[in-house]
């Protein structure tokens, strides 16, 4: 069985940090 | 106080600097340990270094902080390769799914062999978008097709 590529790991992101800085 | 060093995670987090961005989520937490924005972005640097146990931990450990952050955990599940774990918290999910909330679905499906889901979740995405990944996301698409054949 092949091995998907792993696209979701490309949207792992901090969160917005607008309101802290 | 804290404002400085958020502004330094912010920078590290925009040149993906995980190391030195982990440092100074510890250094915000060290000053003041209830900071929701830090303890997630702790996390997600965690994550980023390929500490998923001790991502998926301090999530655990940090369940109110945390409660929203259904990717991450679905995601860190799926890297410790627990997979049902990981399709549990997808679909606990009450609103309709993000798109990189579908796209690890996606993947998941394809690991617990649910092809006919996961080929709907591909033929979807691969519909709804137009970014860098697409060529990326057809392969995924195409093998999710020949293995479920
Ligand atoms: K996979």
Same mark, same amino acid.
């Given at each position: 069985?092949?091995? #998907?590529?792993?696209?979701? #790991?490309?949207?792992l992101? #901090?969160?917005? #940090?607008?309101?802290k800085? | +106080?804290? %404002?400085?060093?958020?502004?330094?995670? +912010?920078?590290?987090? +925009?040149?993906?600097?995980?190391?030195?961005?982990?440092?100074?989520?510890?250094?915000?937490?060290?000053?003041?340990?209830?900071? $929701?924005?830090?303890?997630?972005?702790?996390?997600?640097?965690?994550m980023?270094?390929?500490?998923?146990?001790?991502?998926?931990?301090?999530?655990?450990?940090?369940?109110?902080?945390?409660?929203d952050?259904?990717?991450? &955990?679905?995601?860190?599940?799926?890297r410790l390769? %627990?997979?049902?774990?990981?399709?549990?918290?997808?679909?606990?999910?009450? %609103?309709?799914?993000?798109? %990189?909330?579908?796209?690890?679905?996606?993947? =998941?499906?394809? $690991?617990?062999?649910?092809?006919?889901?996961? =080929?709907?979740?591909?033929?979807?995405? =691969?519909?709804?978008?137009?970014?860098?990944?697409?060529?990326? &996301?057809?392969?995924?698409?195409?093998?999710?097709?020949?293995?479920?054949?």
């Open positions: 069985k092949p091995v #998907l590529f792993d696209l979701a #790991l490309n949207h992101t #901090l969160p917005s #940090l607008d309101d800085v | +106080q804290l %404002r400085p060093l958020y502004a330094e995670l +912010q920078k590290y987090g +925009q040149t993906q600097d995980w190391d030195r961005a982990l440092k100074t989520t510890r250094k915000i937490l060290g000053i003041s340990s209830n900071e $929701k924005k830090a303890t997630q972005s702790k996390i997600i640097c965690l980023q270094l390929d500490k998923f146990d001790e991502a998926y931990g301090t999530m655990t450990k940090n369940a109110n902080d945390t409660a952050l259904f990717f991450e &955990r679905a995601y860190c599940e799926y390769n %627990r997979i049902e774990d990981a399709y549990n918290t997808l679909k606990s999910i009450e %609103r309709d799914l993000s798109e %990189r909330e579908q796209e690890l679905l996606a993947q =998941v499906l394809f $690991k617990l062999e649910k092809y006919n889901e996961c =080929v709907d979740y591909y033929r979807s995405l =691969v519909k709804n978008n137009a970014d860098e990944y697409q060529s990326t &996301r057809q392969a995924n698409f195409i093998a999710a097709l020949a293995t479920w054949k």
